[in-house]
């Protein structure tokens, strides 16, 4: 799944469901083409040569445990840099300043440093081969098998969202028909992701991270070069849209009116923590890129230097939508032609020559693409080894559920299609995504931070509190908010409360349940609960793992104090 951190721009329409501004055609040329194609064989040829490597189950769903720290770590940040992420952040500076900082200094960092920290020991230290078969162990069958479920479900459904929001954008950049963009992207993710298995998806999501930023750093500079640097960008834009436009935090007081529809306690709180550790510690189309580690501190230190990138990577989206709230004053309103997230393709038009425009299409097909392949492989490792293997087709030789994997794997690229077009239904795919995380995610990670933090915390007490949250935060969502019960100034206010309640009550439902019913055999809880170790947490490190620079603990807490020190410039007027 995509992560929280893009879904400002859900609240008012900053990305929504209709076509870009067809005035943004871009003067694409043979030589735009050529690097584009060079792109797609380049994929292709990691794909095949990751293919070598697959013998086992093991190999094709989790590379083997084999991985170096630096390539999942890479990869981690690449599996949530999705084009949606890179047009809605966009979107989102041009409506709302650079309040969309939040969604990644306190939507991303505190909660990647946990997972790196705190969970990732529990996680590759029981040897599971993915989140809910966590689930299994530290509860039961029953939690386990609905987890499957819902993560499988809702994998394809994000999955589905980033093939439609890709065709949007090929179709108005282009020129191809929707259809041609979401079937020829698919293709080479069911390719290259059958073929090498996730080995293929991590290599190609480091090839996808650097194309990205290849395609991003030179809209960002040309933009500001062309509005008169930062301070000529900061003066207009305080002259057009006020001082709290280029302020974190102005305008968040609690009963104060801001465009977010949130304050500092709901972004605190709702983002900051539900929302966020939510996502990040919970979701498996991440968590996969660092059980593929190749030992325990690798796997720690994968969301660790994955934290790094994604401080610095907020510029590269807000500053292209800021310039375009400068060049073009009347953006996303009713006397403009161009929506919010027409700001990245816009830029793209009017500061990229040929050559380099080829460059940031092929970024934007490389996001779409490192977005559904994430997904795509999380699916087919829970369907295979959660839900197949576990339930239906049990006690196979090992070879078979490669090859099942596999057909799976062509089973969800075609149920992504079809999920493409359920997005094409709701009029703001940005909101829809943030409303699956509050109902999926959310849940998932109250379970698990009490089981892993309560050893009294019963069996039962799993499938019930998971049930609960989410069925309080739909029932928040689709009847106190869409209904009117209580008056929620935005989709983006209203996923954030959904969030907040869901975790409340699936934290009260398992506190309840557990009063009543049996808790699980202490000695079946090492390495599963706070406090206690298992065998595999006792993992010595490998030759290089203790030099100073690669403990944990320094990466995590470095990465905290530098997202807070990136707050100074914008809490402050100087």
């Known amino acids: ?53 697959v013998k086992t189950s093991l190999d094709f769903f989790l590379s083997g445990r084999s991985l170096p720290a630096w390539v999942t770590g890479l990869a981690f940040v690449a599996a949530n840099l999705g084009a949606t992420e890179i047009l809605g952040m966009a979107a989102t500076g041009a409506q709302y300043g650079v309040a969309v900082v939040h969604w990644y200094w306190i939507g991303a960092i505190p909660a990647m440093v946990f997972l790196g920290l705190v969970m990732m020991p529990f996680y590759y230290g029981s040897k599971v081969r993915s989140v809910p078969e966590f689930l299994l162990q530290r509860f039961d069958k029953s939690a386990h098998l609905l987890s499957s479920v819902l993560f499988a479900f809702a994998a394809v459904l994000i999955a589905g969202v980033n093939l439609y929001a890709m065709a949007i954008v090929v179709e108005a950049l282009l020129g191809w028909p929707q259809w041609v963009a979401i079937v020829v992207a698919g293709f080479f993710v069911l390719a290259y992701i059958t073929v090498g298995g996730l080995s293929s998806a991590i290599y190609n999501e480091v090839l996808q991270f650097f194309v990205i930023l290849a395609a991003l750093i030179p809209i960002t500079i040309l933009g500001l070069k062309k509005v008169g640097g930062w301070d000529g960008l900061s003066d207009s834009l305080t002259k057009s849209h006020g001082d709290n436009f280029l302020s974190a935090w102005g305008g968040t007081g609690i009963g104060d009116a801001n465009p977010l529809g949130a304050n500092w306690l709901t972004i605190v709180l709702g983002l900051g923590f539900v929302l966020s550790f939510g996502y990040w510690t919970t979701n498996f189309a991440e968590v996969q890129r660092a059980l593929s580690a190749k030992n325990l501190s690798a796997a720690q230190r994968t969301p660790l230097i994955a934290a790094f990138p994604k401080i610095f990577i907020v510029f590269l989206v807000m500053i292209p939508g800021l310039v375009a709230a400068v ?51 999380s699916f087919n490792t829970v369907f295979t080894t ?37 997005a094409s239904s709701f009029s703001n795919i940005m909101s829809y995504l943030q409303t699956l995380f509050s109902f999926f ?18 069996m039962k007490s799993g499938v019930w509190g998971l049930l609960a949250g989410t069925t309080a935060a739909m029932v928040n969502y689709f009847w106190i908010y869409k209904q009117g019960v209580i008056s929620i100034p935005s989709d983006q206010g209203a996923n954030f409360v959904s969030a907040i309640v869901g975790f409340v009550a699936g934290a009260v439902v398992m506190v309840a349940v557990t009063l009543f019913t049996a808790p699980k055999p202490e000695a079946e809880l090492a390495g599963l609960v706070y406090g206690t170790r298992s065998p595999g947490m006792e993992e010595a490190p490998a030759t290089g793992d203790d030099a100073w620079y690669r403990k944990p603990a320094l990466l995590g807490w470095g990465a905290i104090v530098l997202a807070a020190l990136c707050y100074i410039p914008f809490s402050f007027s100087f």
Do not use: C
């Open 441 to 458: 995610n959310v849940p998932m990670f109250v379970v698990f931070i009490i089981g892993m933090f309560w050893k009294r915390a019963s």
């Open 327 to 377: 060049l073009v004053p009347n953006i996303g309103t009713a006397s403009s032609d161009l929506q919010y997230n027409d700001a990245i393709p816009y830029l793209m038009q009017e500061l990229l020559p040929n050559g380099v425009l080829g460059i940031a299409v092929t970024g934007l097909l490389a996001a779409f693409m490192a977005g559904m392949a994430a997904n795509v492989s």
């Open 1 to 53: 799944m995509q992560s929280p951190t893009y879904q400002a721009a859900g609240s008012t329409g900053a990305f929504n469901h209709s076509y870009l501004a067809e005035g943004l055609r871009l003067p694409t040329n043979a030589l735009d083409y050529t690097i584009l194609a060079i792109y797609f064989v380049v994929v292709l040829g990691i794909g095949l040569a990751a293919r070598r490597s």
């Open 386 to 422: 959660d839900i197949w293997q576990r339930y239906v087709v049990t006690d196979r030789e090992d070879g078979y559920y490669v090859r099942f994997g596999r057909l799976i794997t062509a089973v969800g690229v075609l149920a992504s299609i079809g999920t493409a077009f359920i």
